[in-house]
Structures are given as structure tokens and as C-alpha cells.
């Protein structure tokens, strides 16, 4: 996914000498106290240090590592985004079930140079418990292109504008046993430089790039023998897909995309493409030692992602007395199979032979059509189908979705999501329940370069 040939000096971040193998230092956290969060994000441009270097970044408050805010069901948050760039910018909340207009997960929102937009919302009380993030969703205007040629969703988040979310509230559906576990926040992305600066211009996310936890290069993570750790883990990149594995330690499902799993999956691996987040149990090796989180070679059908070191996890201390993994999480959801479907769809993602344009339904994207509709209540099936020769992870703002089949195999319901691989050549059939919200809202591949070249489409949901 080359749209051109990288400038000259375009390449990895060169890690200093000593910068891996310190403890993870885990984002700073604004949380919500007393039922509301309120703070302020300020976007500018600045000079800080990854892995040991001084790199020209965009960052929220000053930090390459953004802020995580922690909110809980039912809390009201009030975001103020200051801008201190000089290019527009704005913000998505992604996952998070809520309005998206107004001064809520409204995407339409630009926040020029100078200016400042407050957002606003009540999480509502039923919301699901998890990971969820928040980054730049910039959709330059027609009448400002010639002037911020460089700016859209991926160049921002490239560049660092992306932070979590954490919707508190997870443990309360584990036994009593599993309440009091250790957590990590654990951040993917990945960063190429030229010079002293981020690549803010084609990129190429098949190029070598130097991946990132928290922030830092190959951190160490601590565990003792058989302890269990909750990982709240999630893909705040803007192209590249992870596949994690952590020798001798399977990952416990408990959570896919903050919604709670009905039974716990034991996965050797987990696949993380942009905006991807799985909520696990990791348990300890039951004797010291050393071990290499990491992510294994993947095939994305364009690009093709080499194994890599993410981070050491360092095994020691007491041993402890190995807690079981519940046989369900959170039982009771609905299955949409059960509804009948107002409406049946076919969604065709595909793309020109040179990879530089993407199409919905043969369209690219238009901000003034409304490309498809629904009605408040009803639901939906959608059968998404991809006929270009690389992998697109679908995205839905707003509903999250189930799962009914991929290439014709039907999936066993487990929970909601709001992302889903389309297999080269392939298709999955989706349901989407719209409750709760209307308003215009969208779908999107989220590899943020196919985002950018037009792999988008409005949804007008109305009473």
C-alpha cells in the first residue's frame, strides 16, 4: 500500500543505545470522578523521545504517549480538544455506543488552527466494559485541500494522535476470585521517520518501521509463576496489522472490541489490524525465566509484516496459586439471528489496479451523500463482500455488530464487535442492531490510507 516511492531517508526509528528492556510505563490516566470527566486535550506539534530519540511528533498534552481516559456507564464526559497544530484536526471516540452528532462522536466536526471545540456526552448506563480509543478522524474539506494537502485521519494518527479508552466496569463480570488481578494497558503502534520527524507524507506501511508499546521499544512486563494479569491490548496505529503471540502463555478472550465475551476463547494468537482491541487473561509461567511477546509474520494480501519484538516479559518471584478461568463472562445477549432483518445489504469494497483509490459500492467517499439508510430499531443483515487481493478490517461507528459468517462458515455468536477482517476475495455477513441513536454516521475500512483515498460511506439512521 506504496501510494509513491518514500522520500529519500525515510526509514525505521534507530532505537538509542539502552532504550529497550526498561519496565513499561503505562500511559498517564484521566479518570472520571463522581460520575462526570472533564478535561482538556490540547493537539500541538513538538519535539519529545521515543526509544532514546528526539523526534518532532503530534501529541496530545504534551506527551507522545496520550492520556488514557477512564470513564465508567453512566458518567458524563466533557472533552475540550484544543488545537495547537497548524492544520485542522478533531476527534473520534471510537467504539464508544453514543450520539455521533452534535457535540458527541460527530466526526463532521473540524477544529481549525487556533480554535478550540468542547464535546460532550453521557455514556449510558447499559454501556459495555473495556478497551476502547480515541484519535484523530480528520476529514479535510473540499475548500481547504489546497491548503493542508498533507493532513487526513492517517498522517495524524501516524504521527501520534491517539490515545485509549478504558470504560471501567470489566472485572465486575469475573468471579469474585479474578476482581483484584493486576492490569496492563498495553498501546500498539508503530513509527518511521525521516530526519528528525515523523513521516507526515506517503507512507507506506509496507515499509520497515520500528513498533512501539506504550510508547516505548521492547519494554519488559513483569509477572510472577503463575500469576494471572488482565491486558487490556489495542491497535492505535494507523495501517499495520499485529499478530501477538507470547510463547507458553495462551491469551484468555475475555473482551473483543470492549464488548464482554459470552465464553472466555483460549487463542494462541491475536490478530490486531488498525483499531483492534482484545481484552485477556495472561497467567504466568510456572517457573522464572523470560519470554518474548511478540508479533509473528502476517500476510496482509499488500503488505507483509515480518516477525518483531514487541516487548520481554520477565517471569519472577513467588509463585502463585494459578486462578481458573470462568466458563462464562457475560451470558445474557441478545442474538440478532432471533430478529428478523428489516433489510438485507451487499456492501462491495474494491479499489483500482494501482491501489491508490478505494471504492464502496463503486463509489469513493462523498461527505454530502447519503450512502445508505436505517431505521431506528430495526436490524439489519449485511453481506460485506472484498474483491481487491488484500485484507480490509470493517469498521462501524457507532452500532457495534454480530458476527454470523465469514466465506460462508458460520461463526458461533460470542458477543458484539465493531471490526471485522474481510478475507481476500471473500465476504462475511454481519448483523447490526440500530438502537438507542439516530443521526449520520459511517463505515470505513481502517487502514487509515484506504480510509483517507475514499473506503468510506455514510449511514443516515432515522425514526
Known sequence: MSPAPPPPGVGPLRPARGAGGVPLREPRVYRSRHGVLNVTLIASSRMVRIAGRR?????????????????APGDLVKVKLVNHLDEPTNLHFHGLEISPGGHADNIFVTVNPGRSFQYRFRLPRDAPTGTFWYHSHLMVPASEAARYPNAGSEEQVFDGLSGLIEVRGLTHDLPASLRGLPQRYLALRDVQ?????????????????TRLVDGQYDPTVTIAPGQTQLWHIANIGADIFYRLSLPGSPFEVIAQDGHPVIHPDREPTLVLPPGKRWDVLVTGASKPGRASLQTLPYDQGDDHYPRARLATVVTRGAARRAVPTPRTILPHQLNLLRIRAARRRTIVFS????????????????????????????????????????????????YPMQAISVDGVPVAFNGYQDEIVLPIGGYVVVRVHFVQFTGLTVFHCHILAHEDMGMMANLLVTR
Open 55 to 71: 523526534v518532532i511528533a503530534k501529541v496530545y498534552d504534551g506527551s507522545w504517549v496520550a492520556p488514557t481516559l477512564s470513564i
Open 193 to 209: 521517520v525521516h530526519g528528525d520527524r515523523i513521516v507526515s507524507r506517503d507512507i507506506d506501511s509496507d515499509a520497515p518501521t
Open 351 to 398: 479499489e483500482n489496479p494501482a491501489g491508490t483509490s478505494f471504492f464502496i459500492n463503486g463509489r469513493s467517499y462523498d461527505p454530502h451523500q447519503i450512502d445508505f439508510r436505517a431505521r431506528l430499531g430495526t436490524v439489519q443483515q449485511w453481506e460485506i463482500v472484498n474483491e481487491t487481493d488484500e485484507q480490509h478490517p470493517f469498521h462501524l461507528h457507532t
